[in-house]
């Protein structure tokens, strides 16, 4: 692959501005992670709320660079659609956080763990896959990442599953069931948001390959 960043030095603010959005969606949901396990009778999401900000206002630069630079490393639109997808990331995982204050009394946290842990391995899948963008990847390194994300939630697929089959059996109380559904399907949500930013750099990477 021809290196993107030397073909247009200029843009390679484009490079450091992505690396720090998926910097920032990894920070969410390793605080949420933090979340889940320290949280007691109250739930502190200013974790959340700082890295949803973060991703925000890296967003705002973003499309502002966009404005001002003629020329950039990447296309536009892929710049565009990166940004918007990482962005989904920390925003997803505040709903969560916001949601889980609501009915934690409904819920055991412990629940969430093996799902908690696919979504922090899929950040971490992100990070690296933003970070290869300015560094020569080549297209097998992108993919057998990329690969690790597609195996990532078809494990958090098949929980999720095994979730709906004790919701469904009748033996969980109602108004649990409910309120264990819905964090279940938020936390599937984030996994699904990570996966969409790696297949977004896959196909830049291709693309530019």
């Known amino acids: 692959m021809i290196s993107l960043a030397k073909i247009f030095g200029r843009s390679d603010r484009f490079f450091e501005l992505l690396n720090a959005s998926a910097r920032s969606a990894h920070d969410s949901v390793e605080a949420l992670a933090k979340l889940l396990r320290e949280s007691g009778d109250d739930v502190n999401l200013a974790d959340l709320i700082v890295a949803r ?32 997808a990482l962005y ?20 055991v ?55 709906l089959g004790e919701i469904y059996s009748g033996r969980m109380e109602p108004f649990r069931a409910m309120a264990t559904r819905d964090l279940h399907d938020l936390l599937e949500k984030v996994i699904d948001r990570c996966r969409d930013a790696c297949n977004i750099v896959s196909q830049i990477v291709l693309k530019n390959s």
């Open 88 to 107: 989904r990331v920390p925003k997803t995982v505040e709903k969560f956080g916001e949601r889980y204050g609501i009915v934690r009394h409904l819920v």
């Open 53 to 84: 900000r973060a991703e925000k206002k890296t967003a705002e630069t973003i499309a502002e660079e966009l404005v001002k630079v003629f020329v950039t490393a990447l296309e536009r639109e892929d710049i565009e659609a990166l940004s918007k």
């Open 109 to 163: 946290r412990e629940d969430f763990a093996p799902q908690m842990a696919l979504a922090q391995e899929a950040a971490a899948v992100v990070v690296r896959m933003v970070e290869m963008l300015d560094k020569n990847p080549l297209l097998e390194s992108v993919k057998a990442e990329n690969d690790r994300m597609q195996e990532l939630e078809g494990r958090a697929d098949r929980l999720v599953l095994g979730t």
